[in-house]
T-cell receptor
Framework: GESVGLHLPTLSVQEGDNSIINCAYS??????FIWYKQESGKGPQFIID?????DKRQGQRVTVLLNKTVKHLSLQIAATQPGDSAVYFC??????????????FGKGTHLIIQP | GAVVSQHPSRVICKSGTSVKIECRSL??????MFWYRQFPKQSLMLMAT?????????EQGVEKDKFLINHASLTLSTLTVTSAHPEDSSFYIC?????????????FGQGTRLTVV
């Protein structure tokens, strides 16, 4: 079946540098995408979302880019800090209806911030 | 943001017993809650959608008789793992949405680590 995918399992960046985490999705019907951060042993924490009628959205130190043509989603984190170390998941909303409105998660990228 | 609380955070049970996990929306009402399972170093997989006052909707491959879901109120959903086996050991996470419409933010609980021995 269709699912959200992953480009890199682990990404290591120097503290203070910018990081880019990528995600490919295959469900062309998806119209809502979310990035989550998950620290070890904890539940996912919402970072930022974007709807399919947008191609860019900015938050505090984070930017999400959506390219519907190639079905690609990215999360940019500016000036990374040690606290940014975590696993990052992209997720898409199942827009096919049928009563279920849960999320399909990608495999995740482990971001490591080097001091 | 809205707060979703799970209890317990960790549980160890013997094989063959049942375990109940609670998911509460603390400061909002949630007509729909979701249950996910996450194995080590893997992603979250949607198990079922819990609807207040009606039967849960299970994803393909998830046994409804093994994973009993009850959503008796707008702030509480429970997941009961019946006749647990070691392969059921996993991280179980619930989420709830603020609105009843699609494309709204979902808030996640802190997860429950289930270990079946």
């Amino acid at each position: 079946g269709e699912s959200v995918g992953l480009h890199l399992p682990t990404l290591s960046v120097q503290e203070g540098d910018n990081s880019i985490i990528n995600c490919a999705y295959s469900n062309s019907a998806s119209d809502y995408f979310i990035w989550y951060k998950q620290e070890s042993g904890k539940g996912p924490q919402f970072i930022i979302d974007i709807r399919s009628n947008m191609d860019k959205r900015q938050g505090q130190r984070v930017t999400v880019l959506l390219n519907k043509t190639v079905k690609h989603l990215s999360l940019q984190i500016a000036a990374t800090q040690p606290g940014d170390s975590a696993v990052y998941f992209c997720a898409e909303n199942l827009s096919s209806g049928g009563g279920a409105d849960g999320l399909t998660f990608g495999k995740g990228t482990h971001l490591i911030i080097q001091p | 943001g809205a707060v979703v609380s799970q209890h317990p955070s960790r549980v160890i049970c013997k094989s063959g017993t049942s375990v109940k996990i609670e998911c509460r929306s603390l400061d909002f009402q949630a007509t729909t809650m979701f249950w996910y399972r996450q194995f080590p170093k893997q992603s979250l997989m949607l198990m079922a959608t819990s609807n207040e006052g009606s039967k849960a909707t299970y994803e393909q491959g998830v046994e409804k008789d093994k994973f009993l879901i009850n959503h008796a109120s707008l702030t509480l959903s429970t997941l009961t793992v019946t006749s647990a086996h070691p392969e059921d050991s996993s991280f179980y996470i619930c989420s709830a949405k603020l609105g009843s419409t699609m494309n709204t933010e979902a808030f996640f609980g802190q997860g429950t680590r289930l270990t079946v021995v």
